[in-house]
């Protein structure tokens, strides 16, 4: 009997635990301007499915803690395509909601050919949605001039003045981000909003670190206010003149232990690159040409950002990428933030002692040039 007992109340104990940690999520929704359609709630890589009938939709699940996610519904007039095939993956096509443990949003507007439609709980999600409701049309406008200027024969004229437009419609877009921010830095929203912009350069790591102190600690543990402050620590650390932090890792092609410490006594190009970003692979043959060419004193180092380990290996393996390569991974391993790598190909030049020398973002001739000229005068 005792036995029992003491094993139900663990198993009390463990529902407990695991409730603090994990909660259910609701979200119901109306749209208008759409009957029957299906749709796909994106929380990381789970991609739920979801009926809308009439309009009408509703979907629950389970969630550990804050995350901003994607409602994308599966209709044509939606995407901005080019007659190319291509789209432009423009924000305002997706309804954005904040999910969190006990969550219960209700989902409301029009779908046109954006998603006039925003989720409200009378909380974080009233302020994503109050900033989105003003953002959202301004970046529609914007998106539907490259449509048509794509589509329509534009005298060259009219095509100056639709320019014109646009970019007064992109500047009145980021003014209201950063005046957003402004009010909004402590929330969940606005935390979500700075990390993305950092990642798109629409804001200096000097107004972050300005902003960042006016969070609410109660946002400490939100993922996103994690990555800001890694960030923050990463561009604090990684600037020109300051000794480039160790890159210590066995995600590698043949799982072998990498330390960056370890090329001491060579320059080293640190390249932050992916298999996804075109400019990095083209830019592959010319690096390696240049390492060729300085191979008595110079090694590269490639730091991957990629999420199929597999296909990263065949990739390095097929492309004969014969220099240490590392893929980026979590926590201790998220080298993209310690770096405070915003843009892709982001490449360094250390010395032999392992300080930062230049750094760079793209594929430019001019990187080899100014790196031609530091290791040929030291």
């Known amino acids: ?80 395509t080019f007659r190319s095939g291509g789209y432009v993956p423009v924000k305002s096509m997706t309804i954005w909601i904040i999910l969190y443990p006990g969550a219960r949003i209700n989902v409301t507007g029009t779908i046109s050919d954006f998603a006039d439609a925003y989720p409200y709980d009378g909380g974080e999600n009233d302020i994503l949605s ?93 993922s996103y206010y994690s990555s800001l402050t890694t960030r923050l620590k990463g561009y604090n650390t990684t600037k020109v003149g300051m000794v480039a932090p160790n890159i210590l890792s066995n995600a590698t092609p043949d799982s072998s232990l990498f330390s960056l410490e370890s090329m001491r006594g060579k320059y080293v190009i640190l390249d932050f690159w992916g298999t996804w970003c075109g400019p990095c692979v083209q830019g592959i043959p010319r690096m390696k040409a240049f390492r060729d060419k300085h191979a008595d004193k110079l090694q590269i180092v490639g730091v991957a950002q990629d999420r199929d380990y597999k296909m990263w290996k065949n990739f390095v393996e097929d492309r004969k990428m014969n220099w240490p390569n590392v893929l980026v991974g979590k926590g201790e391993e998220d080298f993209v933030l310690k770096y405070n790598v915003q843009g892709f190909p982001t490449k360094l030049l250390l010395s ?10 793209g594929e430019e001739e001019s990187f080899y040039e100014e790196i031609e000229k530091i290791i040929n005068t030291k």
Request: aromatic share 8%; with cysteine; hydrophobic share 40%.
């Open 1 to 80: 009997m005792k036995r029992t007992t003491i094993f139900l109340l663990i198993i009390f104990y463990a529902a407990m635990i695991s409730a603090q940690k994990n909660g259910t999520f609701e979200i119901k929704g109306t749209l208008n301007g759409l009957e029957n359609s299906k749709a796909t709630l994106l929380i990381g890589t789970n991609r739920m499915p979801v009926e809308i009938t009439n309009g009408v939709f509703s979907v629950s699940g389970e969630i550990s803690g804050f995350e901003v996610v994607r409602f994308s519904i599966n209709e044509k007039r939606l995407f901005k």
């Open 130 to 222: 109050n900033f989105h409701k003003e953002l959202f049309p301004l970046l529609n406008k914007s998106v539907n001039i490259d449509l048509a200027l794509d589509r329509d024969s534009v005298p060259a004229e009219e095509e100056t003045k639709l320019r014109k437009e646009q970019e007064a419609l992109d500047n009145d877009a980021q003014a209201l981000r950063i005046s957003f921010l402004g009010k909004h830095a402590s929330s969940v929203a606005g935390l979500w909003l700075m990390d993305d912009m950092v990642i798109r350069s629409q804001i200096k790591m000097e107004e972050v670190d300005r902003l960042i102190p006016e969070v609410d600690q109660k946002y400490s543990t939100c």
């Open 352 to 361: 032999p002692e392992g300080i930062i020398l230049y750094r760079a973002s």
